[in-house]
């Protein structure tokens, strides 16, 4: 026994000493919780001599944590900890890394990301010759009548910015349909194929919502197709088969193992949420989802949630999500005032509120459904409509805790921001599109506008509840670039080295927050995850470097070692 346990030690010993990255010491420490009379049933995992930040205003910091079954039995020192092994018990020396809750992302489209990364990407290419040759290459590759969509092209990327025409693409897909969209997926390019299939002509009018951009002499289509004018092409593109929508979610599944993701907030279509539910029953999810299908067809969601409930801690129904605008990157988010690059418009309001009025009547019903609205709002007018009509339904359906949500956020007047926090109302918002479109904001909407976009400083300085994610397929799906674009704000061309904006900028430890705790309490899961502590879920991130300590600049740099969710492994370095 003393022989045995001797050797136990060891190998710990020898594993701290020879290695700088953190190591897993699984099955040897059994001898060591012989040493402890213990009633507690023993630990599944433990996670040891970790830096661990655990999210709780009571107990900040910890060296160890314990899980059974998918929730945490414990979190504290490394002896406490360790009394809590027996033989089976798998041990992870974190050798001082910086462990998380895991993060929560508040606004994805989880499985259109899958496809996109088992798509052509675009979203790199520097001219448009090379969207070109990307396109071509993508195509070579494809059978005769396969679509080719996704791509998540940047005209702002290229000199002059200018919006290609489907002539750039036409000569070498011929025979393949091309519906491409912007990084925004608020418009999209199409080629020949795509518009024939579509029926998509010089006689088409725009829809409502929408528009169909179109050459100034020939009055031709010229492929690119802006917000409501997608359905358009959308409804000729043919529905995945289950393979195929199973294929682009093992791969969203896999990526968010990858970037430290263990819950979304996604917005899902009726055709994903049966996907999600094929993965939950047959135990294949390995991130938690909190579904939130069309508020259009809110009816539908109450009605299942009455007959099933709600779900369970991998797969959750009860909220909606809407749109009110466009976006900022495709001049469609709607403004009080003109855009000063397109004076000619001050953008659209969008399908879910024409006529005006109809997005009120719907968040008012589903309201009442006892179902949580979040409304997509960027410019500074529909973010003011918005919380007109969050403001007005609190008064008539009565006092609840609703939890409205407003998705993105993006530009808001500076007397609508103390608003949110007085309504009660949520911002929901994705900080690398602050980094992203910093790039070229200025143009489209000048000096003033911008001093409140992504206002992330002034939110929380007036009490909102603020949570971040990533909005990925639109941006990166990782929660690290999102906590350095909102600590740094530097923009991507490099041009904003002390941050674009700067007075919005925030710490290490709000924006963790913004993806942890805050965002628990976005989807009313406050009481199982966001932090860790004992009974929560054991869902729990290991960072390559401690994030709250280096130099805001290098935050990016830092990969996950180990992503866990439920007390399992889905990533190990
Ligand atoms: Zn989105």
Same mark, same amino acid.
Request: proline letters at 5%; aromatic letters at 4%; hydrophobic letters at 30%.
């Given at each position: 026994m003393i022989v045995r346990r001797l050797l136990c030690l060891a190998l710990i010993f020898i594993g701290f000493e020879n290695s700088k990255q953190p190591d897993i010491i699984a099955f040897v420490s059994g001898m060591i919780a012989d040493d402890f009379s213990h009633t507690t049933p023993a630990a599944d995992l433990v996670l040891i001599n970790g830096r661990v930040w655990? #999210?709780? %205003? !009571? =107990?900040?910091? +910890?060296?160890a944590v314990a899980s059974r079954g998918e929730r945490i039995l414990a979190v504290g020192s490394n002896d406490d900890v360790k %009394?809590?092994? @027996? *033989? %089976?018990t798998r041990i992870i020396d974190l050798r001082g890394k910086l462990a998380l809750p895991g993060f929560i992302d508040d606004h994805t489209h989880f499985i259109e990301g899958g496809f996109h990364l088992l798509s052509v990407d675009? $979203? @790199? !290419?520097?001219?448009p010759e090379e969207f070109a040759r990307r396109i071509k290459d993508h195509a070579a590759k494809l059978p005769s009548g396969r679509w080719i969509t996704g791509g998540d092209w940047d005209h702002e990327r290229w000199p002059g910015g200018q919006l290609l025409a489907k002539e750039l693409i036409d000569p070498f897909t011929p025979n393949n349909p091309v519906a491409v969209n912007r990084l925004d997926g608020h418009m999209c390019l199409a080629n020949s194929a795509a518009l024939r299939a579509a029926g998509i002509t010089r006689e088409t009018k725009d829809p409502p919502g929408g528009t169909i951009v179109r050459d100034p002499k020939t009055a031709e289509p010229t492929g690119i197709l802006k917000d409501g004018a997608q359905a358009l092409i959308d409804r000729a593109i043919p529905e995945p088969t289950e393979g195929e929508v199973d294929e682009a979610l093992k791969a969203s599944l896999a990526e968010a193992a990858r970037v430290g993701v263990t819950s979304i907030q996604d917005i899902t279509p009726w055709h994903d949420y049966q996907a999600y539910k094929r993965f939950r029953d047959s135990g294949r999810l390995t991130v938690r989802v909190y579904a939130r299908t069309p508020m259009s067809q809110w009816k539908r969601q109450a009605d299942l949630v009455a007959g099933q409930g709600r779900g369970d801690d991998w797969l959750k129904l009860g909220g909606l999500k809407a749109f009110m605008d466009g976006s900022l990157g495709s001049t469609t988010a709607l403004f009080f005032e003109p855009f000063?690059? &397109?004076? *000619?418009? *001050?953008g659209l309001m969008v399908a879910d509120n024409i006529p005006e009025g109809k997005l009120k009547q719907n968040i008012k019903d589903a309201d009442k459904a006892g179902l949580q609205c979040s409304v997509h709002a960027i410019g500074d007018r529909a973010n003011n409509i918005l919380l007109n009509y969050f403001e007005e339904v609190a008064k008539e359906n009565g006092p609840r805790d609703r939890r409205f949500r407003i998705e993105h956020a993006q530009h808001l007047l500076a007397s609508d921001i103390p608003r949110f926090a007085r309504l009660g109302v949520i911002a929901s918002m994705q900080p690398y599109h602050a980094i992203d479109d910093g790039r070229w904001a200025e143009k489209r909407i #000048? =000096?003033? $506008?911008?001093?409140?976009?992504? &206002?992330f400083r002034s939110l929380l300085d007036t009490g909102a509840i603020l949570v971040f994610g990533s909005d990925w397929y639109v941006a990166p799906l990782s929660p690290i670039l999102g906590i350095h674009a909102a600590v740094t704000r530097e923009t991507l061309d490099g041009k904003n080295p002390r941050g674009w904006v700067p007075e919005q900028k925030i710490t290490v430890e709000e924006a963790v927050r913004a993806y942890t705790s805050s965002g628990a309490y976005a989807e009313f899961a406050e009481k199982d995850k966001g932090t860790l502590e004992? #009974? %929560?879920? +054991?869902d729990v991130v290991v960072l390559s470097q401690d994030i709250f300590r280096t130099n805001p600049d290098d935050i990016q740099k830092t990969t996950v070692l180990f992503t866990i969710v439920g007390g399992h492994l889905v990533k190990e370095k």
């Open positions: 655990t #999210g709780n %205003k !009571a =107990q900040p910091w +910890a060296e %009394k809590l092994t @027996d *033989s %089976k675009l $979203r @790199d !290419a520097a001219t000063n690059d &397109a004076p *000619s418009t *001050s #000048g =000096q003033t $506008r911008i001093k409140t976009t992504y &206002a004992v #009974g %929560k879920l +054991a």
